[in-house]
């Protein structure tokens, strides 16, 4: 049976109408060809979790596994192949994989435990972003159009890894530009990784010799035999994480502007439940990389052969029938039993930062705007070609601020823990930064 393309340009623009198809004619296991290489694309809820947990180790993400990349028979300028040559605990297993992953556990901890000053600092930080980005719109008068993809929900969480990195203002900007460039992956994301990988190695460098409040450092006194390039390599994972959340903040303003019920249900602090909702309606990570099977293993109507590739659909099991948790579109609540976020040994260990990156994001917007209007019908809204990724392209919009709450009234708040107040030379340097002349050029079209 010859595997049918899968990213065509109905898949680009309706992955669900064509998730359906494809269960309806093979099941929820379907051959498939992304990108000129076979792959079979798992839909099935029950199937996507079974391989996730990877019960009975059976199924790995260990590229030298995958027998066709083994053999040679991947081509040199497959789009994706560099996906597959990055060295990290992304890929890891076993004992190499627990001894990264705990690294990540402990070096995360200080901002994900809301008791820890450092989460409190950090919430601090992410409302101030978000005011900063907020104030660019400002600076052109309380309405206008802007593209909130470019201009608030992507740039607002590279500030926040830039802030958790540690690096100086000047490199910071650097760094967040070229995780941009990555991201895109246009022509100058070959040149931005090497240098991204070079200010990695330098970072993790300088923080081994001065250690301080920051991830590299937390993970270094987590796992001391960390080597530089491993560390560099590990860091280099962050783009991943934040371009999920950009878009999973793109998704739920989409939803909030969208549907009348969620707008109204803002007004009684349910973004929480709104960002849990999107997450499983539309996952920004609708496909995950792919899985091997160490054995010949039978799933949905096939024999999945040893070292065939496996693309998971987080998107597809969320609209399986047999899924319990199936969403009605026009419901409030949803389930959590969903699988945004992973399952098993791979599972996401920033959900909850990126959660909060999401559902703070999103209230100081609405808290700031009195009014958000899509500048295109939803379903004329541009999305991004991805074999993984589902998330807007850019995001237009029309808005008008609410003069009331201007943009930078944050500060006047008393937050749960004093943050060193940013002098006017460091708020000048703001101003100047590369970054922050990119982003007003966006708001002023120069």
């Not at 596994?65 to 605990?89: H, K, M, N, T």
């Not at 490199?171 to 070959?190: F, H, K, N, Q, T």
């Not at 309606?281 to 949905?300: C, Q, S």
């Not at 959900?351 to 899509?374: E, G, I, P």
Request: charged share 20%; aromatic share 8%.
């Amino acid at each position: 049976m010859s595997p049918e393309p899968l990213l065509t340009r109905g898949y680009d623009a309706s992955p669900a109408i064509e998730h359906e198809r494809l269960r309806s004619k093979y099941g929820p296991v379907a051959p498939v060809d992304v990108l000129g290489v076979p792959v079979w694309f798992v839909l099935g809820y029950e199937e996507v979790l079974h391989v996730l947990q990877n019960s009975g180790g059976i199924w790995t993400k260990n590229p030298e596994r995958w027998q066709a990349y083994v053999e040679g028979r991947i081509p040199a300028d497959w789009p994706l192949l560099p996906v597959f040559q990055v060295d990290s605990s992304n890929f890891a297993e076993g004992a190499a994989q627990h001894r990264f992953r705990s690294a990540w556990t402990k070096a995360l901890q200080p901002f994900q435990d809301h008791t820890h000053p450092q989460a409190q600092f950090l919430e601090q930080s992410i409302k101030r972003y978000a005011d900063d980005l907020i104030g660019l719109l400002a600076e052109g008068g309380h309405t206008g159009a802007a593209d909130l993809a470019a201009q608030y929900a992507r740039p607002l969480p590279l500030m926040v890894a830039n802030r958790m990195l540690g690096f100086t203002s000047a490199r910071g900007d650097e760094v967040v530009m070229d995780i941009w460039r990555l991201i895109d992956a246009g022509p100058d994301a070959g040149a931005a990784f090497e240098r991204l990988y070079a200010a990695m190695m330098e970072l993790a460098a300088q923080k081994r010799e001065q250690p301080g409040d920051d991830l590299p450092s937390y993970m270094i006194q987590a796992q001391p035999d960390l080597t530089l390039d491993e560390l560099a390599r590990e860091l280099l994972m962050l783009p991943a994480l934040l371009d999920f959340c950009a878009g999973l903040v793109c998704n739920v303003v989409v939803e909030v502007v969208s549907n009348p019920a969620v707008r109204e249900s803002l007004s009684v602090g349910a973004i929480d439940e709104t960002v849990n909702r999107v997450a499983m309606l539309n996952p920004p990570m609708a496909n995950l990389t792919f899985r091997f099977p160490v054995k010949d293993v039978k799933m949905g109507n096939y024999t999945i052969a040893a070292g065939d590739a496996m693309m998971l659909s987080v998107a597809a099991a969320h609209a399986d029938p047999r899924f319990a948790g199936a969403l009605d579109p026009h419901a409030i609540r949803s389930t959590r039993a969903h699988l945004a976020w992973g399952a098993g040994p791979h599972a996401c260990l920033g959900q909850r930062l990126a959660t909060q990156m999401a559902t703070v994001s999103v209230h100081r917007l609405f808290s700031r705007c009195t009014k958000v209007k899509l500048a295109l019908p939803a379903d004329q809204l541009p999305w991004r070609p991805s074999p993984f990724v589902r998330a807007l392209r850019s995001l237009p919009v029309q808005y008008e601020l609410d003069e009331r709450r201007v943009p930078g009234a944050a500060s006047a708040e008393a937050p749960a823990v004093q943050q060193p107040a940013e002098d006017g030379a460091a708020k000048q340097a703001q101003q100047r930064s590369p970054l922050w002349n990119f982003l007003r050029s966006l708001r002023f079209g120069r």
